[in-house]
């Protein structure tokens, strides 16, 4: 009887010791407004890379990029691997969309961290290999810059994207970690 006890005491402290997860107060709002501050942020990451490939697209026009094999397949590259980002990101969209937050707190928060398994891969596998795609293509394009513009100039677009690869990154960085930790938030609650 006095071992039934023990388990009884053990067990009523474990109940009294275990995590309370409360509800927000603004409880179903709350969760909204993250989710759409995703999507926002989803949708204004895809608006600036839709611009970059536009500009490219341009400027591959622009410089008939198309008669030199090394200058075209260097553009394509950036070009694709930022398609590719936006593939992705596109994917990533629908995938919130079908986010139900009608449904039992038990399966949204099993649909969130599915969505955070998913965008935890995005963003540690993908977009480091995006960038270093991007990035060797912008690479292969040097030599062509070398030959065709001033010494100067050559200098500048060297120094200068290396400066904006770094402010990118770094950018990019403080982006995935606000988001990871909008959606941790969401997969606590």
Do not use: C
Not at 28 to 50: C, F, M
Not at 93 to 118: C, D, G, M, P, W
């Amino acid at each position: 009887m006095h071992k039934k006890m023990n388990s009884f005491e053990e067990l009523q402290s474990q109940w009294n010791n275990q995590k309370i997860t409360k509800a927000p107060n603004q409880g179903h709002d709350v969760i909204i407004a993250k989710v759409n501050a995703i999507k926002n942020k989803q949708k204004y990451t895809n608006i600036v890379l839709s611009l970059t490939v536009l500009i490219l697209v341009v400027f591959f026009v622009y410089i008939s990029a198309y008669n030199y094999a090394i200058v075209a397949f260097a553009l394509l590259l950036m070009m694709g691997s930022l398609g590719l980002r936006i593939g992705l990101e596109l994917h990533s969209i629908k995938k919130l969309r079908e986010l139900n937050v009608n449904v039992s707190a038990t399966n949204f928060k099993q649909s969130i961290i599915r969505y955070y398994k998913n965008r935890v891969r995005i963003h540690v596998i993908y977009t480091p290999i995006i960038l270093l795609l991007y990035s060797f293509g912008f690479i292969l394009m040097l030599p062509s810059f070398k030959d065709s513009l001033s010494a100067g100039f050559y200098q500048y677009i060297v120094i200068s994207s290396v400066i904006i690869l770094l402010v990118l990154s770094l950018f990019i960085y403080k982006q995935i970690r606000k988001e990871l930790n909008a959606l941790q938030e969401l997969k606590d609650e």
